[in-house]
C-alpha cells in the first residue's frame, strides 16, 4: 500500500465555481478524516467519518462544504460557491480503531486550493 | 475545543546542537500525537504518547508526556539539517473513539550547516 493520495495536488478556481477533492486513505483504515491548513497555522478538524458514516462536522464546514464516503473507501470534499477565504491546504488523514479507539493518523500531501 | 500552544514559533539552530520543543495544553490531555511537516507536504507522524510519564524516542528525537503540567516536550540531539521543518503537536479532543486531531501552531526550525 502507497499510503494516503490525494488528488489533485493543486487546484486553482475562480470565485464562484465549484471544486471537489479526492482522498484515497489506506485500504484497511476504517477511519477517514479531512481538515484545512491555512499558512502558517496548524490544521484544523473538518469532518471525520466511520466506514461511510460521517460521525461529526466541525462548526468550520458550513453549508457549502458537503464531504461524502459513499462506499467507505475514498472520500471527496466538495466545496460549493468558492470564496477566496476557502483558499487553504486541504488534508486527508486515515487511520484504524484500535481497541483503546486511539491510533495514529497518516494524512496524504494535501490538495493546494487557490480561490482567484 | 483544546487549545494547543507551541513553543518556541520558530527556531534557528547550528547543526549538531540540541533543542527542544514545547506544546502546552489549556485541557486535559488524552493523546497527544508529534508530527513534522515539509513546506508544502503531508503531515509525517513521528510518535504518539498516552500516558503519564510517557517517553519515546527514535533515531535523535525523544518525546515525553508530562500529563499533569499538560504538556508535552519533543528534544532532537545532535541536530541536522534533514530535522528542518514544522513540528506539530496535536491532541485527542476527548476521550472517546474518534480521534479528531487539535493541532497547535506548529514551530518551525531551521538548521544551519
Known amino acids: 500500500d502507497t499510503g494516503v493520495s490525494q488528488d489533485p495536488r493543486h487546484k486553482i478556481t475562480k470565485r464562484g465555481q465549484n471544486v471537489t477533492f479526492r482522498c484515497d486513505p489506506i485500504?484497511?483504515?476504517?477511519?477517514l478524516y479531512w481538515y484545512r491548513q491555512t499558512l502558517g497555522q496548524g490544521p484544523e478538524f473538518l469532518t471525520y467519518?466511520?466506514?461511510?458514516?460521517?460521525?461529526?462536522k466541525s462548526r468550520l464546514l458550513s453549508d457549502r462544504f458537503s464531504a461524502e464516503r459513499p462506499k467507505g473507501s475514498f472520500s471527496t470534499l466538495e466545496i460549493q460557491r468558492t470564496e477566496q477565504g476557502d483558499s487553504a491546504m486541504y488534508l486527508c488523514?486515515?487511520?484504524?480503531?484500535?481497541?483503546?479507539?486511539?491510533?495514529?493518523?497518516?494524512f496524504g500531501p494535501g490538495t493546494r486550493l487557490t480561490v482567484l | 475545543s483544546q487549545e494547543l500552544e507551541q513553543s518556541p514559533q520558530s527556531l534557528i539552530v547550528q547543526e549538531g546542537k540540541n533543542l527542544t520543543i514545547n506544546c502546552t495544553s489549556s485541557?486535559?490531555?488524552?493523546?497527544l500525537y508529534w508530527y513534522k511537516q515539509k513546506y508544502g507536504e503531508g503531515l509525517i507522524f513521528l510518535m504518539m504518547?498516552?500516558?503519564?510519564?510517557e517517553e519515546k524516542s527514535h533515531e535523535k528525537i525523544t518525546a515525553k508526556l508530562d500529563e499533569k503540567k499538560q504538556q508535552s516536550s519533543l528534544h532532537i540531539t545532535a541536530s541536522q539539517p534533514s530535522h528542518a521543518g514544522i513540528y506539530l503537536c496535536?491532541?485527542?479532543?476527548?476521550?472517546?473513539?474518534?480521534?479528531?486531531?487539535?493541532f497547535g501552531g506548529g514551530t518551525r526550525l531551521m538548521v544551519k550547516p
Open positions: 488523514a486515515s487511520s484504524s480503531d484500535v481497541a483503546g479507539g486511539q491510533d495514529e493518523q497518516f
Open positions: 485500504s484497511e483504515h476504517n477511519r
Open positions: 467519518f466511520q466506514n461511510e458514516a460521517q460521525l461529526e
Open positions: 485541557k486535559t490531555l488524552y493523546g
Open positions: 504518547l498516552q500516558k503519564g510519564g
Open positions: 496535536g491532541a485527542d479532543r476527548s476521550l472517546n473513539a474518534g480521534n479528531m486531531l487539535t
